[in-house]
C-alpha cells in the first residue's frame, strides 16, 4: 500500500485531474479495507468501492459489459511485469475457482428463487457457464476469468447493498473471504497497472467529480 502511494505522488504531475481523483478515490477506500480483517461484510463493500472508484463510468456496470471487457483486455494487456496473471493462476487460483464454482453468486440462482426462471433453466445454464469456466481456466485465458468472476462479485455486491443479507451472516461467509480475498489482491495489481499506463488508460471524468459546496 504505501509503494503504491508512493509511486502515485511520484507521478501525479504527469496525470489529468481526472484520473488522479479516481485513484486518490480508489487508494483511500482500498486503505480502509486494510483495517477490516475482521469485518467481512464492510471489508467486501470498501474493496468494492475502491473498484468502482478507479473504474466506474456513466454507465451501470452490468448495462455495458462489452466496456468492462474491453477495460480488462487493455489492463492485462498493458500489464508487463504480468501481477495480473500471477494472482489469478500462482497466488489465488484456488478461491477463484470456489468462488465460480458457488451457486450462492451466481445471478440465475437468485433469479430462480424469486421465480423469474425454472430450476431445470438455472442449473442448465449454471453447468453451461462451468464448462466456460472450466475452458478458461484450462487455457488460463485471464480476461475471460477476470469477467466472470466480477460479475459473480456483482451477484454478491447486490446481495449485500440492496439488502438481501443479514450483516455477519454465517450463511455467506464463505463466499465474502474469497471475494475479499481476490479483490484484495487485483485491486492493488490494478492500482499499479494504471499509474503505469494513465495516458492509455485515462477513463476520463468520473461520473461524481469533486464539487465545492457554497
Excluded at 476469468?145 to 454465517?170: M, P
Excluded at 485515462?202 to 461520473?207: I, N, R
Aim: aromatic content about 14%; hydrophobic content about 40%; proline content about 2%.
Amino acid at each position: 500500500m504505501f509503494i503504491l502511494e508512493e509511486v502515485f505522488k511520484s507521478k501525479k504531475a504527469e496525470h489529468s485531474d481526472y484520473f488522479n481523483l479516481r485513484i486518490h478515490r480508489g487508494l483511500s477506500w482500498l486503505k480502509k479495507s486494510l483495517e477490516l480483517d475482521s469485518d467481512l461484510d464492510l471489508k467486501f463493500m470498501s474493496l468494492w468501492i475502491s473498484f468502482n472508484a478507479i473504474y466506474a463510468q456513466d454507465i451501470a456496470f452490468n448495462q455495458d459489459k462489452q466496456t468492462f471487457r474491453q477495460f480488462l483486455y487493455l489492463i492485462c494487456q498493458k500489464d508487463r511485469e504480468h501481477k495480473i496473471y500471477h494472482v489469478l493462476w500462482d497466488k489465488f487460483s484456488q478461491p477463484i475457482r470456489l468462488l465460480l464454482e458457488n451457486p450462492y453468486v451466481y445471478q440465475e440462482f437468485w433469479d430462480y428463487q424469486n421465480q423469474k426462471i425454472s430450476q431445470h433453466s438455472w442449473k442448465e445454464d449454471f453447468e453451461q457457464e462451468k464448462k466456460k469456466v472450466h475452458k478458461a481456466l484450462q487455457e488460463k485465458a485471464s480476461v475471460d476469468i477476470l469477467f466472470i468472476v466480477f460479475n459473480r462479485l456483482y451477484t454478491l455486491r447486490n446481495q449485500i447493498i440492496h439488502g438481501g443479507a443479514t450483516y455477519n451472516s454465517s450463511v455467506n461467509r464463505r463466499q465474502l473471504q474469497d471475494a475479499c480475498n481476490i479483490l484484495a489482491a487485483l485491486l492493488p495489481t490494478f492500482i499499479f497497472v494504471l499509474l503505469e499506463n494513465a495516458h492509455s488508460l485515462d477513463l476520463g471524468k468520473p461520473f461524481y467529480p469533486v464539487v465545492q459546496v457554497c
